[in-house]
């Protein structure tokens, strides 16, 4: 079983930067794939970022560039530092844990089996 906890949301302007953190709990972290998904009110939930269990990365589009994802293994950490927040990236953020361990990086929803609870980030323009 694993268990995710996010932190890190709030209100920023355009432009600015913010930073979240997923906390893990569950001894099989540093073998699973970690993701951030969003969620905007009335849409479907989206990829965003995802980091392999050997630190490959992928990006959506939409965030590509902007957004850099990490991960610290010996913190069962995950990260999403998002820079250049725009109005669009409003959101409940959640992050995922892949439901297989020592697979390559998946960006689909149901590729994760593990959720955290969320937080809401909402940048103003």
């Known amino acids: 079983q694993v268990q995710l906890v996010e932190s890190g949301g709030g209100l920023v302007q355009a432009g600015d930067s913010l930073r979240l953190s997923c906390a893990a709990s569950?001894?099989?972290?540093?073998?699973?794939?970690m993701a951030w998904f969003r969620q905007a009110p009335g849409k479907e939930r989206e990829f965003v970022a995802g980091?392999?269990?050997?630190?490959?990365?992928t990006y959506a589009d939409s965030v590509k560039g902007r957004f850099t994802i990490s991960r610290d293994n010996a913190k069962n950490t995950v990260y999403l530092q998002m820079n250049s927040a725009k109005p669009e990236d409003t959101a409940v953020y959640y992050c995922?844990?892949?439901?297989?361990?020592?697979?390559?990086?998946?960006?689909?929803?149901?590729?994760?089996?593990?959720w955290g609870q969320g937080t809401q980030v909402t940048v103003s323009s």
């Open positions: 980091i392999s269990w050997s630190g490959g990365t």
């Open positions: 995922a844990a892949d439901r297989s361990v020592v697979r390559g990086l998946r960006t689909t929803v149901d590729a994760y089996e593990y």
């Open positions: 569950g001894r099989t972290f540093s073998s699973r794939g």
